[in-house]
């Protein structure tokens, strides 16, 4: 390929919105456009790149036994209605109308489709277990698209779905794609580790995802280095320590100016934060019995040194989207932004963590600006409409499984695996029959990775200050030959045969064969990041041949132009 002809373009300087350094070299190396929030081109380079970890992953998923198929990206709504996910997955799914005026959606996931092939294909427990899995653009409505190709809209994923008669079945597929999955992120270059996962919109008995770890990730994950447990912080639970037993003390109000924090408060009251009780609220979208969404009020209270879960709330009360609640909607429910209580409060649905009723003689809000009520307790002053594990574990905190401490990292999730079971098969009466002739609901699992999304992570594991710098295994080409004509000597010649015969060996290069100075030439190489770069220059041949140089570092050296192919082959097939 010849630069002079590359449909790209690179770039000296980032663009202003880009936010991290994968972002702003995948742009200026030439190989992402952005179209809108959320929506990028993939230019030859990025297209070619991401055509190398698509191949990895066939490799991995065929030798599980995995088939490729391909299906719709438009999906009839009916078939999600009949699951349930047509209500409970929120405006981040793409809906739509046909001209016949039937529902119809852009996929995020493929569960229900899977499911109906099954349906429709799968009568005997001899056609099982079964494993298929696409390459696919999907769509998800992010509200909050960014960091280049980390947080998208449309994107191509990996998914796959196995189908099974057993549990035991089911965990023979997860335990296959788990170790699949590092084998794909070790050929693509990129650490990662797995964490227990939430379910989220998936359901399912349990969920892994894999992370990679780094400082620009949203997602908190808790590791334990004693007995290794790891979790999202999302689902992560904590040992929590039992406060002493209190006799119950006569409720007070008192003044509190100006203490509308928990940490203001704790000061002015000389009292712990755990003394305390945080009152949080929330604005969910919930599902009645009836499969309507209704709007409700939540307010959370949990101890004032701890922080609360959206996750854990948003599945213990099944909302389809969960909200921090506005100050004018606090304040209809008579309480008081910044002194808030549930004591006195009524109609409004109250959550308490599992450590409130074992509290006793907690400082509340008074529902009174610059007031609070000194011995609060949980039973006598107030009750709640759930009690359960609201919180969020953290940095220190006693591991869930051995009760050592915690630490906590940064992560970008690269891909998750879930062992559905049969939310789906049954929902969609999908069922096998066994050797006794007796009916059974296939039990399934689903397993993802977004490709985009771990092209970026590589590129942010993979770089200098002077660009990108590719692992052999997914770069878009293995060499980068530079041409610099000579002033009494044309290399022309030279260039051909050596791109020729590299050919002729099944190895492709890039040409920079554009009019442009040395210098230009040699900070787009390493910009761009090809692995080996080889340079055709009257200086170079005039010294022996021609210079190689390995863009992960290390000196330049010679090397006779009839030796040149043999050696740029067994230099590449040593990179990783």
């Excluded at 990025?46 to 992953?57: G, Q």
């Excluded at 793409?94 to 109906?116: C, N, P, Q, W, Y």
């Excluded at 334990?224 to 109000?253: F, H, W």
């Excluded at 509308?260 to 704790?266: E, H, K, Q, T, Y």
Aim: charged share 25%.
């Amino acid at each position: 390929m010849r630069m002079s002809r590359l449909f790209s373009q690179t770039l000296r300087e980032a663009p202003a919105d880009s936010e991290i350094v994968s972002h702003q070299l995948l742009v200026r190396a030439g190989f992402i456009r952005q179209l809108g929030a959320g929506i990028f081109s993939y230019l030859p380079l990025a297209h070619r790149s991401l055509a190398r970890i698509m191949s990895i992953m066939r490799e991995e998923i065929n030798a599980i036994d995995g088939q490729e198929i391909s299906m719709p990206v438009v999906q009839p709504a009916d078939i999600w209605k009949e699951t349930g996910r047509w209500q409970q997955i929120g405006s981040e799914m793409g809906r739509f109308k046909d001209k016949s005026d039937h529902d119809m959606i852009l996929a995020m996931t493929h569960e229900e489709v899977v499911a109906d092939l099954a349906r429709g294909l799968i009568r005997s427990y001899r056609q099982l277990p079964a494993l298929v899995y696409q390459l696919q653009t999907k769509w998800r409505d992010d509200p909050r698209p960014r960091a280049g190709l980390i947080r998208v809209r449309e994107f191509t994923m990996l998914d796959s779905y196995s189908l099974d008669t057993d549990w035991e079945g089911l965990d023979k597929q997860y335990q296959a794609h788990y170790q699949a999955y590092f084998r794909i992120y070790e050929r693509c270059g990129l650490p990662t580790v797995a964490v227990l996962a939430d379910t989220g919109m998936m359901g399912g008995k349990m969920a892994h995802e894999y992370m990679y770890l780094t400082p620009i990730g949203e997602d908190s994950l808790l590791f334990c280095d004693a007995c290794g447990y790891s979790a999202n912080r999302q689902v992560a639970k904590t040992q929590k320590p039992k406060p002493a037993a209190e006799a119950m003390l006569p409720i007070e109000k008192v003044a509190t100016p100006e203490c509308s924090s928990i940490a203001d408060l704790a000061a002015f009251l000389k009292v712990p934060a755990s003394k305390t009780a945080k009152a949080v609220f929330f604005t969910a979208d919930v599902q009645n019995e009836f499969g309507s969404i209704k709007q409700e009020f939540i307010f959370c209270v949990v101890r004032g040194d701890m922080e609360v879960n959206e996750t854990k709330i948003s599945n213990l009360i099944k909302a389809k989207e969960l909200r921090p609640a506005t100050d004018e909607e606090i304040v209809r429910t008579g309480a008081v932004p910044g002194y808030a209580s549930p004591v006195g409060l009524k109609k409004v649905r109250v959550i308490v963590d599992e450590l409130i009723p074992l509290s006793a003689n907690l400082v509340s809000g008074a529902n009174e600006k610059g007031y609070h009520l000194l011995n609060v307790n949980f039973g006598r002053d107030f009750e709640a409409a759930e009690v359960a594990d609201i919180t969020s574990a953290g940095e220190g905190d006693a591991c869930e499984k051995c009760g050592k401490p915690y630490r906590l990292s940064r992560g970008v999730e690269v891909g998750n695996i879930f062992k559905l079971g049969t939310r789906y098969t049954d929902a969609l009466g999908c069922t096998f029959t066994d050797e006794n002739g007796e009916s059974h609901p296939i039990i399934m699992g689903s397993y993802g990775i977004g490709v985009g999304r771990l092209l970026a992570c590589v590129a942010e594991e993979h770089h200098d200050e002077k660009g990108l710098i590719w692992p052999a295994s997914i770069a878009p080409f293995p060499v980068h030959i530079v041409v610099l004509p000579g002033k009494s000597m044309d290399v022309t010649p030279v260039v051909e045969d050596l791109e020729r015969s590299l050919r002729q060996a099944g190895i492709e290069a890039l040409v920079d064969d554009r009019p442009d100075s040395a210098g230009v030439k040699f900070n787009d190489a390493d910009l761009i990041g090809l692995p080996l770069r080889v340079t055709v220059s009257e200086r170079a041949l005039k010294n022996g041949g021609l210079e190689l140089k390995l863009r992960s570092g290390g000196e330049s050296w010679i090397v006779p132009v009839d030796e040149a192919v043999a050696v740029i082959m067994k230099t590449i097939s040593g990179l990783n």
